[in-house]
């Protein structure tokens, strides 16, 4: 099957400081990959799409310059929280879109906590 | 916006056969998906159906599909304790330019032995 992985898997900071999390598509490249955001017992909230060589696509009320989203290879995206604060302590999935079947695999997830 | 409806909670005795049933609004929807996520881990991929099936099975698992309704469903067969997790249906379509997944709230699944 395809495997994604993220690095760290769980992280803590202080406040202030920036957090970069790693996301990779192990057996298969993917031209676009997905972060999400999950707080306690909800549900997935999409932050914005990376897409390979381009910009990222940020959903709606999600701070392009706090969360930095970074796609240099097909294997690769990373996100960096900037200057993290508590509130941004969650849980972040990242998920990698395989071609040509479009199916969608996601990473075991990285919990930042902020002090 | 498109939406995706789950139930929130579905307990079963280990042995018997677990239903998790959702409906989402999208007529343009391509793939629907059924992922799994186990405390403190991410979402792992159990099933999905193209929207021209009906039905899908894969050892344990039967997905039904009704297009017409908009309703999609997991049967999960002989449950056990490890299948306790929450289950979160999915679907991507035109609205969404295929490429992104919009989500259920999940359905949490409690096996008691």
């Known amino acids: 099957g395809a495997v994604v992985s993220q690095h760290p898997s769980w992280v803590i900071c202080k406040s202030g400081t920036s957090v970069k999390i790693e996301c990779r598509s192990l057996?298969?490249?993917?031209?676009?990959m997905f972060w999400y955001r999950q707080f306690p017992k909800q549900s997935l909230m999409l932050m914005a799409t990376?897409?390979?060589?381009?910009?990222?696509?940020?959903e709606q009320g999600v701070e392009k310059d706090k969360f930095l989203i970074n796609h240099a290879s097909l294997t690769l995206s990373t996100l960096t929280v900037t200057s993290a604060h508590p509130e941004d302590s969650s849980f972040y999935i990242c998920?990698?879109?395989?071609?040509?079947?479009?199916?969608?695999?996601f990473g075991p997830g990285t919990r930042l906590t902020v002090l | 916006g498109e939406d995706v409806e789950q139930s929130l909670f579905l307990s079963v005795r280990e042995g018997d056969s677990s239903v998790i049933n959702c409906t989402y609004t999208?007529?343009?929807?391509?793939?629907l998906y059924w992922y799994k996520q186990e405390p403190g881990a991410g979402l792992q991929l159990l099933t999905y159906?193209?929207?021209?099936?009906d039905m899908k099975q894969d050892q344990r698992l039967t997905v039904l599909l009704n297009k017409k309704d908009k309703h999609l469903s997991l049967r999960i067969a002989d449950t056990q304790t490890g299948d306790s997790a929450i289950y979160f249906c999915?679907?991507?379509?035109?609205?969404?330019?295929?490429?992104?997944?919009?989500f259920g709230k999940g359905t949490m699944l409690l096996v008691s032995p």
């Open positions: 999915a679907e991507s379509g035109r609205n969404s330019g295929y490429s992104t997944l919009t």
């Open positions: 998920s990698a879109r395989r071609t040509p079947d479009d199916l969608k695999f």
């Open positions: 159906i193209f929207s021209n099936m």
């Open positions: 999208d007529s343009s929807s391509t793939y």
């Open positions: 057996d298969f490249q993917a031209t676009t």
């Open positions: 990376s897409n390979e060589g381009s910009k990222a696509t940020y």
